[in-house]
């Protein structure tokens, strides 16, 4: 009875506080949003300027494969000055020159050469713009070699296949990843929040002298947030996979089974942090550095955690949300990975018992 | 398994607790013993950091002692804490209700935890409901309910399952004086009918004069324990109340305080209160000489003197205190101006002295709420005006219009000479403002407090350090100059927040609730410098909810709901407000009174 009081309690004061529902309602809603459509790493049709000096039939084909290509967006310009003005005013990201002599030389030994102008200021999107062109400029290659019936000069033609993600859109590993940044929010930081407020506002020095155990107040706190989190999982979930169309390939019980693991981690590092921490405004700013901001960066949520400098990468096996993602991952993207699967939720369990071990540790009856 | 009616439900044997407090240790309370009777009211009463609300939490089992033990229905505490909180009720000072629930379900969340059956739910909160006036909005959210409501449902949801010893930390602080009462009521008539037994602790020494038994506490040592009658009983024939007609109170009492036969004086409405060393008939041999009109009564002896008396000569002891030996509180040395010449003026409570704050008409409109309606009332130059009024009543409303941090929605407000609807900037320069709240940097210490705020007052060089010097020497901060001020006691904080008010020698004080959680023996000393102040020609405007404390005051307007209710000196207040059952009505009475009326005329 004492248990259901408190969890029903609980989940009333989340129901009439609009903050609590906006972190555990509104903002996956948000943030998947923001991610499954508005960050996207992939770039489509982006503009590039074509400056054909002498235009022939050759310069004609290959300006149709760059309009074919739906990752390019050609404008046609005239003369190399107009184009410089149009890279420079950030309309185009790219200038492709042919010269005057590029037909002719086309058919000398030698081969002709193509001049490729590309805005370096974003370092990323430049190399995948390189990549497009390269890519569309390699088609024209192999659609000549056939049309003239001379092969080209190029003995190996590589086949690549991409695995797992054989669109490679980023909209794939990033809506799995932001599924372990809603269930930190809630599990973490909104349970951080919530059991500092009670420790602000004295209710806590009143729950302490009722006859209720140390026990029944932190499953009081557990249960309602861990209901709170799945719900958040749901959610996400269903967005992922009936909005954005990424597809679910393992099993939906790995699924929750790792997503269990996870968010009693995060309640236990969030009640930590707040049996630590008695002041709303420490136990927040203490949450978000500790468990959300890792769990953006260093999970390998966004950032491959293979091309992070060493001590970094070392840094990232204390996260918790390196493993979820992980889980994820593999989870949504290759299947039940035996092999994945069991010592990444191994270690999730651990960290799990560690920090709720600690808690109940440190949580005593009293005040001081 | 009821204990038999004075069974000790409590003790605490040689009882020492300290805290950690940064570098320092802090000893809350060192070997105190006591015992609590069963069946009876104890009042625990003492000065800031007495150790009542340490041992409070001790036996609620919030805190374990390090040396000795404490019982409480035959259990250890320390051991079998889950067992005691089963049978105790604790009212901690600022009880947790959670405001985003109703009161409804604040109750059922205690019942749970208490674990009241269901059976017996219905019957058990509708008498509560009752007694605390609640029952027309179970519905409410607890965060709207006032702050006595609060209070009140706070003490419902610990009597939600009758416990056998009800522990109140200061449950009546911030409480308006109806809701004072009403909870007084509750804890008389809840011991009555169940034989509960109950421990207080409270700083308003009227209450103690409630309790069947009081243990006092000072600096974590017990004092002395007994009925509220032995304390009273040794000061028999050594009080009485002197008027002198024609001569304004706060000098009768300058008089009264060079005496040495004198213990005590404090200003009551137009008389002073006086309490003697030894037993005598005329406290005031010749001291009066000169007056023809002096009207002498003895009265009985209250609580409060035998407080002051017990603990003022404690602080005897110490070395600072006051040089002329007495036994009081420190004060001000009356000569001591510190300010402008041009400031002196006559004495108060001349009728001809310039009006120094005018308002007349003046409203103030939140959406369409009005907090306040209307007020008009005039304050002379060196008098006390007091506003007083429950939470609510529009009190700091008013205030904040008058420091032009609020803008009126209508009406006239002329602050020495100065429009402060207009340029309220001008205003501020004369003006001295002491918030409801310590609104200091508790971070620098306290001479960096007084620095920083003469130079927000364009203090310089000389001047600055001299006037530093004086607020140091003035208000005795001169031991605690370097400590920061966040970690002083509370009656230190306050007497460095009147001294940063007074930084810039303004002719006019606005102080809001200065003694909002003060003890007793500091609020005296409040008032003592305040009344100082006033003589030197110094116009004060001050709110207060301690009804008591308005004897102070020169005038007092009394407030309720936006609205100007009464206006004039306190004792003409009480006049009109005599009634049948009581005749010689306290200030408390006159106001509560005062709201009856006003209920009954508007119904």
Redesign the interface.
Known sequence: ??L???V??EF??VL??PSALAIALVLPVVLLLLFGYGVSLDSQHVPIALVVDHPTSDTMRLCAEFAYSPYLAPITMHGLPEARQAIMERRVDAIVHLREDFSEKLRRPEGASIQLIVNGVDANSARIVTGYIESAYGKWLEHSSSHVGAAPSIAVVMQSRVWFNSNVLSRNFLVPGVIAVVMTLIGALLTALLMAR?WE?????????????MNEILLGKIIPYFLLGMGGLAISVSMSVWLFGVPLRGSLMVLVLASTLFLLTALGMGLLISTLARVQFVAGQVAIITTFLPAFILSGFIFDIGSMPRPIQWLTHIIPARYYVSLLKTNFLAGDVWSVILPNALALAVMAAFFLGMTRWLSR???? | MEATPLQPIATFQHVTKTFAQGKQIVRALSRFTASIETGRVTGLIGPDGAGKTTSLRILAGLYTPDVGTVRVLDRDVATEALAVQARVGYMPQRFGLYEDLTVRENLDLYADLQGVSRAVRTDRYRELMEMTGLAPFPNRLAGKLSGGMKQKLGLACVLVQPPALLLLDEPTVGVDPVSRRELWQIIDRYVRDRHTTVLVSTGYLDEAERCDWLIVLDGGKLLRQGTPESFCAPLRDKTFKIRVRGMPQRDIQARLDACAQVADAVVQGESVRVVTYEKTENPCHGLFADQDQVALESVPPRFEDAFVMLLGSRQQDRPQASADGKPAAPRLPTRDTGLHAANSCPATGSPQTSQVIQVEGVKRRFGDFYAVKGVTFDVQRGEIFGLLGANGAGKTTTFRMLCGLLPASAGKLFVAGVDVRRTAARARQRIGYMAQKFSLYGALSVVDNLRFFSCAYRLRGAAREERIGWALRQFELEEVAAVASGSLPLGFKQRLSFACALMHEPEILFLDEPTSGVDPLARREFWRRTGDLANQGVTVLVTTHYMEEAENCDRVAIMAAGDILALDTPEAIKQKMKTVEKPTPTMEDAFIELLNTRRVGKT
């Open positions: 009875m004492r259901r009081g408190l029903r309690k009333l004061q009439r506080d009670e506002r004295g209710t806590m020095e009143g729950l302490l002298v009722t006859p209720v155990s009856k009293q005040l001081d």
